[in-house]
């Protein structure tokens, strides 16, 4: 197995939240231990939380990985009928606290942070003060690891809000689905894992699935847009991004666990196998690589969103097409926010391979029906 060129000592590890996208969270934790890194640091915001919470208690990668296998959709999303019946809209959520608490009480470390023998940050967010609350720093451990993990993962709407001390709390993903910036304070590196991000995909048919699915959609959206901004302004320590590809699959599908922890895996490996002397380079993102931001001519209408959104990539030629202002660029994965948002599809990113080949890495994409 290969390592990293350059690790500093202290590394911190950062799982954000997706549903069970956050499985490929799993295949990470497993590629990081093949090539003995091992944070000191973690933090988590949703499922992100959930798995390294029961990494922090000590479970096995085998451990977790066969808990998240054996997870089946009735073993966490059991509707509250009576809640739904008596209170009708006042019912604090659609489905039952238990579930989700007994998996989070089966995985979570007991006793509060102070009791860890680890660091372990949870991202949550107070729903009445409209703040984020990161569970594990300074003034905030003396608080049950279990009650902040299962406020992480309660999705407002899905699940009951927890109350901690006497602040309401929800998903952790609401205010920062990622939070590298806390996991940032101390730390020489960051090992950040997306699997929130709907990257450049478009759903189908999403007013015909209800008012979950439209729902989760727009947190969806929500969650690309804050991470993005979040990314895009980083001034950190350097930030190794590790951004699985499964965009295309459902946020709770219970039939695709294992694909899910494999491209976690893969994608993992990729980044960490190349990435050279990035964990002790300059504040940013990386990796980095050399690409080209192509336009279709024909399709561009020059509107010029893309470069009210990109002004220092993106211009219009005197035609009132749109082009880029420098042939090649050097990007991370946290580049490029502006492609997708062409309202034509016309804009699409090649990246330039070390030996002068290209190829198409970026572009308008559609989920499968």
Not at 156 to 173: E, K, N, T
Not at 241 to 248: D, G, N, Q, V
Not at 317 to 326: I, L, N, Q, W
């Amino acid at each position: 197995m290969h390592r990293p060129a350059d690790i500093p000592p202290r590394v911190a590890l950062v799982l954000g939240g997706g549903g069970l996208k956050g499985c490929a969270h799993i295949g990470v934790l497993r590629a990081l231990e093949e090539r003995g890194i091992r944070p000191s640091v973690i933090a988590g915001s949703s499922i992100g939380a959930l798995i390294a919470a029961a990494y922090v208690r000590g479970l096995s990668v085998d451990d977790i990985e066969a808990t998240a296998l054996a997870l089946r959709k009735n073993h966490l999303f059991r509707i509250d009928h009576v809640g739904m019946v008596m209170r009708r809209m006042l019912a604090p959520a659609l489905y039952l606290e238990a579930p989700l608490r007994a998996l989070v009480d089966r995985l979570a470390p007991e006793g509060t942070f102070d009791d860890l023998p680890m660091p372990l940050l949870v991202n949550t967010t107070d729903i009445e003060r409209g703040t984020q609350v990161t569970w594990g720093l300074p003034g905030l451990r003396d608080v049950p690891v279990a009650d902040a993990v299962y406020a992480s993962c309660a999705l407002p709407g899905f699940f009951p809000p927890r109350i901690i001390r006497d602040r309401v709390c929800v998903d952790g993903g609401v205010l920062g689905n990622t939070p590298a910036h806390v996991a940032a304070l101390g730390a020489d590196a960051i090992i950040a894992v997306d699997v929130g991000s709907t990257s450049s995909t478009t759903a189908r048919r999403v007013r015909e699935k209800g008012f979950a699915t439209v729902f989760m959609r727009s947190v969806q959206l929500m969650m690309r847009s804050q991470q993005q901004m979040q990314l895009s302004t980083w001034q950190g320590p350097p930030l190794l991004l590790i951004r699985p590809p499964i965009w295309r699959l459902n946020w709770f599908s219970f039939a695709q666990t294992r694909a899910m922890i494999h491209a976690g895996y893969q994608a993992a490996c990729d980044v960490l196998d190349h990435a050279g002397d990035a964990l002790i380079s300059p504040p940013g993102v990386y990796p980095r690589r050399r690409v080209e931001v192509v336009v279709d001519r024909a399709r561009c209408t020059g509107c010029g969103l893309c470069v009210a959104l990109a002004p220092s990539v993106m211009r219009l030629t005197s035609d009132g097409k749109a082009e880029p202002v420098d042939g090649t660029l050097e990007w991370s994965r946290a580049d490029g926010a502006f492609v997708p948002e062409c309202p034509e599809h016309a804009i699409s990113v090649d990246t330039i391979d070390p030996d002068g080949g290209r190829r198409r890495t970026m572009e308008h994409q559609v989920f499968p029906d």
